[in-house]
């Protein structure tokens, strides 16, 4: 394909700022000897106007492949109408017109005509290119690349022609490397959070339905997302198509809707419910004629239409920018989807302001569930009704203040560093640090702490003053090999990092030898220890330490035990006993014998003496009441 001069035809002044800006990439691109360029644009901003142009700036025999029929008419009608010095034509069902410049394909006609199709063509356009890994598509794109006998990764023939995906959606719920297939040369990537803040797609507005009787985990996952079947079941035991209309009543403003659903009869369900509530609704799927499907879309299209319900019919290359509203019937795990769903109701129209999206969702701990707010790169949900314009503002405000404040942080990080260092324990350690550090200046940098360790010295300095950077690293100190550690413009970042790398390379069992830490001190203190800490080392302290809690604990459990020794439990004990002594109270009631329990097992029974209940004889006592005859 001839890349000069270039545009080999002026770019229309009609194009938007993107389209254009996109074209001059794609070149870029091409220049540099690409033969696989990537454009990536969110749904509804106007790719099929893009592609349409890009075949026209650089004169080039194209062949564009889509894989719906309703795709062709739409792009044929739009190479049309932007290139009318053009032939176009289609190769699908019963068209067949492939000597045109540019010819139209579905790939399902296409891979059964190969040979009937001839080459060579400059320019290869693949539509919704996030197929591109799909089996049809290859089998194409080898037939007219030469690349059938390749291995993976080797680069096509040079008289290959440039294969141009296109797509909304690089990514894939399976996974299959789209962007790797085109080498990652990414001419440029619009998202749909940049295009609504540019104008080029509107605003949206997103309600949340929770269903707490729908339990997403009990649905199964099929190549990364919920299986569509089970999904569907789901939510119509859950009562969805009620809940749908309920909740578009509510709230979608009487405006032209899409349903998106996951099977068929839970889209007729939605459809039928729609109707039943006096909303004109239709259901439309795949397995339709394509004359019904026309017709059913343009009823949409003119109004007569209110809701349209659908299964992953009109997820791609379906231009009806009246489409102010749209429900996600759903759930899905798939960014891909979403976006494609959520772009039929994004497009531009006159007198439209914003789409209102309606989010189905159940009681879930998946966090893989993707909702509309991770498609704008949002930190959390929307609030209710509140714009996506307003909620990335709001974040955007956000992050400002984070910024500043981190800004105020570096700046006194810079200007007051050094003091980390000033106010340490007697073992050299800065407050909050584990290891002690020793100020080290050179001459050429004052501001320099280091610790050593088994060979190897870590420092951490200041950096360079126009970056106003701190800088941790480490070096052996016999062959002098150095290690980068860390660069922050925080100071207690650095420092943490240095810690980290001090403890990750040093044996397992080096802290014991290290000097108590400034909390075993204070134990120590409290538990009455008098020695010098500096004297020694962790483990010993954490061994005294131990013993002192084992004392405690053991006091404790003796107090309570000794707490238990009362006299109604030792008389219940005692029983038909004749004779008690002090040394059997506690294996009477359970207790484990202690000077603490003995002593007051002696005191109880000396009490019951005292009430008449005993007689003391010699070392033990007698029972008076299992001894004495009673009274006559």
Known sequence: MRLTPFPARAL???LLEWQRDGIHAVHAHLTEGAKRVLCVAATGMGKSV?????????????????????????????????????????????????????????VQTLAGRLHRVPGPFDLIVVDESHHVMAATYQTILDHYCGTADLLPGMPPPAEAPVVLGVTATPDRADRKGVAEWFGHRIAFSYDTRWAIDQGYLCDLRTLTVRMD???????????????????????QHAGAPKLIVDAWTQHGEDRQTMVFSPTV???????????????????????????DRRAVLQAFRDGTTKVLCNVALYTEGVDVPETACIIVARPTRSRALLSQIIGRGLRLAPGKKDAIVIDLSGATRDNKLVQAHDLLGLHRALERHESAKAAMEREDATDRNAADKHAEEADESWTHGPARFANTDPFGRPIGCKHPWRHDPTPTCVDRWTHDFNGTRVVVRRGDPAARTWLAGAYDLATKAPTEIATSDLIGKV??????????????DAWKSDAPTPAQVHALRRAGWTGDPMTITKAKAGAIIGKHKAAERDTQRHNAEAAAITLPRVDAAIGGRRMVNPADVPSMLGLTPSPLVDDTARRTLAAMEAKGMLRRQGESYVVLRNTEAPAT
């Open 495 to 508: 420092l943490d990092a240095a810690e980290a790398y001090i403890d990750g390379h040093r044996p397992a």
């Open 12 to 14: 229309p002044d009609t």
């Open 50 to 106: 893009f592609l349409g142009n890009v075949a026209r700036a650089f004169d080039a025999r194209t062949l564009i492949l889509a894989h719906r029929e309703e795709l062709i008419d739409q792009l044929a009608a739009t190479v049309t109408q932007w290139w009318p010095e053009a032939s176009v034509g289609k190769v699908m069902a019963h068209h067949h017109e492939p000597d045109a410049q540019v010819v139209v394909a579905t």
């Open 265 to 291: 009869e839970m889209s007729r369900a939605v459809a039928a419910e729609f109707t039943a509530a006096g909303v004109a609704a239709a259901h439309m799927d795949g397995g339709a004629r394509k004359d």
């Open 213 to 235: 009787n729908l339990d997403l985990d009990g649905v199964p996952i099929r190549k990364g997302d919920y299986a569509d079947g089970d999904l569907g079941r789901a939510l």
